[in-house]
């Protein structure tokens, strides 16, 4: 199953859909992409700014991102030029349906490199886009 960085984010930080997000994955191989090592330790970031959690929650949350990835929980896909041209080619795909941000035609064009089981989120342009590259989608 792959998973966009909004859902991982709900596995690290509890949200008011953290616990249906954790059984919806629950016995599934975890993949994503490198691109979320870096949006979520972003989103740590922010919601220690606004308050949301502490230094130290901020701190044990990444500790437990790294330990999923080393413990191989959760696999991340390798960023390369490849994906970076797929993703182009995604956003045009699905224009001028969906305007597809850059990182979320990232997350799309790693799940058609990966084909890591049904596509994982929760935001609803990139539901949006999945559907009309007819990816199958996590309900």
């Known amino acids: ?12 930080v509890t949200e008011p859909d953290s616990e ?8 599934s191989v975890l993949v994503s992409s490198e691109l979320a090592y870096g949006e979520i330790f972003s989103m740590l970031l922010r919601k220690e700014r606004g308050k949301e959690i502490s230094a130290g929650q901020r ?8 330990r999923l ?3 191989q929980s959760i696999y991340l896909a ?8 797929k993703a182009k080619e995604v956003m045009l795909e699905v224009h ?10 990232i997350h799309l064009a790693t799940f058609l490199s990966v084909l890591g089981g049904p596509f994982f ?19």
């Open 1 to 12: 199953m792959y998973l966009d960085s909004c859902v991982l984010a709900k596995l690290l």
């Open 20 to 27: 249906a997000c954790e059984k919806k994955i629950a016995g």
């Open 59 to 66: 701190e044990a949350a990444w500790k437990e991102f790294e």
């Open 69 to 71: 990835i080393a413990d």
């Open 78 to 85: 390798v960023l390369d030029g490849v994906v970076i041209r």
């Open 96 to 105: 001028p349906h969906v305007p597809l941000r850059t990182f979320d035609a």
């Open 121 to 139: 989120t929760t935001d609803r342009r990139l539901r949006e886009a999945a559907r009309l590259l007819e990816i199958p989608l996590v309900d």
